[in-house]
């Protein structure tokens, strides 16, 4: 049922000349949902329409389906699932008629096709929306809507572009634990671009980094936030703490006092830290003045200065300090690490 | 993709072959015809050098640009105040303004005889308070009148639409700023309207510059372009004359649309 | 909607109601000088009389007939045009795209004498086209399918076609399908707003159908034809206006020194 997608020195080119996406290898398993994550104009639904076959790669590129080359075949003979950003529903369509579009031109006949319809809206736990017309809906109705045509002909691979983006935030994130659990229970292969990080860390068994028409990185949630493989990486996903300064006698030593080197080189070095890595210390031997808390509810964000060359953040529970505060800070392992090159 | 693409072309086909066998070409035939003459190319020099031809066409020019300006003033109130009041009666009025859409300018010649006529209404009422009959049905006053009585409908409705997009927030912020009414209208209304404006007057001067129905309904009298080139082919049976003056006729019209367009900074024609 | 309207609401609103009786009083007074028994003499001295619509029913019966099927033909001719070639237009961003939209426009910005000259001139003289009725439909198709495309392209832009394209290919949609199931129904609205636009300018539109059969009538080579039935009913109102004093026979010569031809 699920197809696992093979690209294969994909690039594309506009007609303009411009280079969307430069040639990129990508192996997508069956039945995993990979994230393509990046910031806009990265090539991200360049990426995605050359799966879809929305677009064709420049020559020598190619899309394999299961080990079938694809690559000429136009979308309409891929047997994918689409969901687009703006949802793309059919006005002229009610719910109903939008969900059994597909299996109308696949000629399902007509009983089967409304009990599929109605399995499908009730799956998306719509089933009162069946003959509302579209332009009545609320996003998040159109945005289970567009879930709902687009599986219901079963495709091998699921795509969505930016699904949950146009949604505000408390029913994105509702969205997000439907469409994840939905994902986990079809086990159908899933591609979905975001430009959200904690959308992509949250869906995607992997995910890919892009930018500028290139994966920077593909792995698991984890492997991104703790072991970027570029500084774009390090710095795109997540907060970041930059920690320039020099290695000298097992420390790395910055302009507010000093961390653990932690296995990094002597001499001159470039290290990062996530804000949860690093935490309020009496004891600690880096030290820097509060110049904002943020109160989050469950925990306090404090940015300090002094500490390191720039702004450095972390988190804390409980009750935080105040701004004009002088803090110590310390460090926990695996941090800091190296931060890798750009 | 190539396959779309070819299914596209043959789409397109048609109406492009339509359109290159019964305008293009005719339009390039005449373009030449204006050449056969005794004068040869020179023709078309020669009528743009000739007192009666030349004051002919700055007449049309200036009824066509008259005709404009006056249906833009006269649609853009009425047009902007429609679409930004609900009131009774909005539906009645809107009718109005725009069913003449329906008459040729045939009819609306024949209407401006009956208003201001010999037998007219405006001259029986000049008649009866100052004891002298006011007739200008004939004149160039007759065919400026029938004209904006033509415009206005197209350009209300044009008027209308765009002025139904504006953004409401626009003008709030406008106001929250603290500009006054005039300010609105001169730094939010009008700017946000160029676009239809450009679009409705670019019509409505190409409709000017060619409408001939009404000139001819009215009277032959009225030397406007259209009528002239109508003499010269009809009674004069001085096809190349005629020919030439058509052509530039039409290249001074699609030379202001284009310009309007340009001005415009997309689509013009959309109008409609 | 502010609850309390101003000196400004006033003035509008008698501004446009004064813009609307202007439009609307000939209209008043054409069908009261169609019912006037004479005109000359004014409606109170004369009377009320059905005679002149009768009259001109029977002698234009054909004529009304014939302009009707001519603008449904002229409709029929735009939507197998028209529809295709704006999709077309919607779907392709190209430089070449644009340059066959301004040629589609292009009728609507040069003046019907100029285009009705131009057409005898390079069709004239072929066959009998000239003096067949087709003759005339291609004129008012000429200058109506720019209303037609502009109307269906503007409506394909707004309901943006292309993504709703994607969405129904990716759904297995052929070009067929697509053009069945998605197009045409979402443009539905657009095609019909064209539609109305381009009867009622068939049926208004007498100066390409005039200038061409002026044209032809007058002719140098004297050949008149038959094609001018439009042409007779706009001799008609310009006769009917100028009518010369009492006379209630038909009228022999028209106020413009044409005779009128075409008895039906």
Partial sequence: MSVAVDLRACGFTHADGTRALLPTDLAIRAGETLAVLGPSGCGKTTLLRLIAGLAFPDPPGRVLFDGRDVTRLPIERRNVGMVFQSYALFPNLDVAGNVGYGLRLRNVPRAEREERVARWLAMM??????????????????????????????????????????????????LRVEVSALLRELRITAVFVTHDQAEAMALGDRVAVMRAGRIEQVGTAEEIYHRPATRFVAEFVGT??????????????????????????????????????LRLDPEGTLSGRVTAAFFLGDRVRVVIEGAAAGPITLETTGAGPRPGDIVRLSAAPPAPWRLPGP | MGRDRLALALLAAPAIAFLAAFFLLPLALMLRTGATGPDGWATYVLVLGNPRYLASLWKTVALAAAVTAATLVVSGIAGVFLARNRFRGRRVLTAFLTLPLAFPGVVIGFMVILLAGRQGVIGELTMAVAGERLVFAYSLAGLFVGYLYFSIPRTVLTVMAAAEKLDPALEEAARSLGASPWAVVRDVILPGLKGAFLAAGAICFATAMGAFGTAFTLATRIDVLPMVIYAEFTVGANIAVAAALSFLLGAITWVVLAAARTAAGGTVAAAG | ??????????????????????????????????????????????????????????????????????????????????????????????????????ALVMPVAIPGIATGLALILAWGAVGGFRT??????????????????????????????????????????????????VVLPNAAPGILAGSLMVVTLSLGEFNMTSDAAHAVHHDPAGRACRLLRLDAARDRLGLHARLPGPARSPPRRSAMGIRPRLRP
């Fill in chain 1, 125 to 174: 736990r719509i089933p009162e929306l069946a003959h509302r017309r579209v332009d009545q809906l609320s996003g998040g109705q159109r945005q289970r809507v567009a879930l709902a045509r687009a599986l219901a002909v079963e495709p091998g691979l699921l795509l969505l572009d930016e699904p949950l983006t146009a949604l505000d935030a408390k029913l994105r994130e509702e």
């Fill in chain 3, 1 to 102: 909607m502010r609850p309390r309207r101003g000196a400004g609401f006033a003035a509008g609103v008698a501004f446009t109601g004064l813009v609307a009786v202007f439009l609307i009083f000939p209209v008043f007074l054409s069908v009261l000088a169609g019912v006037t028994a004479n005109y000359q003499r004014g409606v109170f001295a004369s009377g009320v009389t059905l005679a002149w619509v009768e009259r001109v029913l029977d002698l234009y019966a054909h004529t009304i007939g014939l302009s009707l099927g001519l603008a449904l033909a002229t409709l029929a001719c735009t939507l197998v045009l028209g529809v295709p070639v704006a999709y077309a237009l919607a779907r392709n961003p190209g430089r070449l795209a644009r340059l066959a939209e301004e």
């Fill in chain 1, 240 to 277: 970041l703490n930059v920690l320039a300064g020099t290695v000298q006698d097992g420390a790395l030593h910055l302009p507010g006092g000093t961390l653990p080197a932690n296995g990094l080189a002597p001499g001159p070095a470039v290290a990062a830290c996530r804000p949860e890595q």
């Fill in chain 3, 132 to 181: 067949h009725w087709t003759f005339i439909l291609v004129g008012h198709v000429l200058f109506t399918l720019p209303f037609m495309v502009r109307a269906t392209l503007a409506v394909m832009l707004a309901v943006n076609l292309p993504t709703l394209e994607e969405a129904a290919r990716s759904l297995g949609a052929g070009f067929l399908a697509r053009f069945r199931t």
